[in-house]
């Protein structure tokens, strides 16, 4: 569940109508303790199976362990809470050592490297608030995070390759990444400290951190199956200037991805072949057969979707956040197709001519 192609969100007036508190399911009066590699883990049972069992902690991070391991874990008889920002704070400090820093702004921690001038943190909040704007502008509904957003900016890619290796993640080629597991951005500062154009120079962390944004603001569900269209669709929307910048730019051309609809055009130039949405819809095998096809596509579809038809993107991603019953597993292909036929009223056989029509109509 971790994406790997890593790309950033801005400031401007937040919808209140459509700006809701964090969900919560009923609260429990106890917590679970226990001890994990000389760690002391603390937080909510969130769900047990007949080989795993899964412990939401209170900076956010999922841990998984096995049912056998569950004697291992204490009730603790006090609610559920997570970390404040202060508490965070001397958490994540603690955790990096002196080396670095942590700033923080009013949604986000950054750790990054001792001394360093302090703009990371003002990046990513700015960038927050722009994607809170662009979905409460088109009624699609959000909430507050529930945790402190963190991400973690490494001095050196060596120095972030050996931290996403205890991660388990592939860096081949990636700046950053966002975790689903741990629920923080990983990145390095490829500027070396310097920060002319950062914006043009960091589309990963826009693409990154709109991936974080949108798994806490309730676009997104962190447990639940999201189809890799969806997210990566969302994730290339907002390495547009005209999106992840929108005060500034505002026309329509501002807001395409030139890269990719110049990839979609050269992959179709003719056409999109038949039953490539409705491929991209009822699994991600195709993500992982084309890649590079499947984000130009997951694109221009989720592009055209909020342009013309947000209330029914609305709606798609209200489904497909909903808490499901099989915990971190895939939904089949036809809950998929289901699930999209709910939303739009259409199956992506008939979307899909529209899409392509669009696209065709922006170069």
């Known amino acids: 569940m971790n994406h790997l192609r890593l790309k950033l969100i ?35 049972a969130i769900h047990w199976s007949r080989d795993y069992f899964y412990i939401l902690g209170r900076d956010g991070k999922l841990w998984e362990f096995q049912t056998r391991e569950a004697p291992k874990a204490k009730k603790v008889r006090q609610p559920f809470t997570s970390f404040t920002q202060q508490e965070l704070r001397a958490s994540l400090q603690a955790e990096y050592g002196s ?21 990371w943190a003002d990046r990513f909040e700015q960038l927050y608030r722009e994607m809170i ?37 592939r860096t081949n080629g990636v700046l950053g990444y966002y975790s689903t597991m741990s629920n923080r951005i990983l990145l390095y500062d490829q500027t070396g400290g310097r920060y002319p154009n950062w914006r043009e120079n960091a589309l990963t962390i826009v693409h990154e951190a709109a991936h974080q944004t949108a798994y806490n603001i309730g676009l997104h569900n962190r447990f639940a199956d999201t189809p890799r269209w969806l997210s990566e669709g969302l994730g290339t929307l907002f ?4 999106v992840n ?7 329509l051309t501002d807001r395409v991805n030139k890269e990719e609809l110049a990839s979609y055009l050269r992959y179709y130039p003719e056409e999109l072949p038949a039953g490539t949405i409705k491929s991209l819809v009822a699994s991600d095998k195709h993500f992982r057969a084309s890649p590079l096809p499947s984000y130009s596509v997951a694109w221009a579809t989720t592009f055209m979707l909020a342009e013309r038809n947000p209330l029914q993107l609305a709606d798609y991603l209200q489904v497909t956040a909903r808490p499901r019953d099989n915990f971190m597993q895939q939904d089949s292909p ?10 739009f009223g259409m199956d992506p056989d008939q979307l899909q001519d529209r899409v392509d029509d669009y696209v065709r109509t922006l170069k």
């Open 10 to 44: 801005l400031p401007l007036l937040i919808l209140p109508a459509f700006f809701l508190p964090a969900p919560r399911a009923a609260a429990k009066d106890w917590t679970l303790k226990m001890k994990h590699d000389g760690l002391t883990i603390e937080g909510d």
């Open 99 to 119: 080396l670095y820093d942590v700033s923080g702004t009013g949604h986000f921690l950054v750790v990054h490297p001792a001394g360093q001038k302090n703009v």
């Open 133 to 169: 704007h662009y979905f409460t502008s088109r009624r699609i509904k959000v909430h507050e995070p529930e945790f402190p957003l963190v991400a973690v900016v490494f001095p050196t890619r060596g120095e972030f390759m050996t931290h996403a290796r205890k991660d388990g993640m």
């Open 239 to 242: 390495e547009a200037p005209g």
């Open 245 to 251: 910048n929108g005060s500034k730019f505002r026309k």
């Open 334 to 343: 036809a809950m998929r197709l289901q699930d999209f036929q709910r939303a």
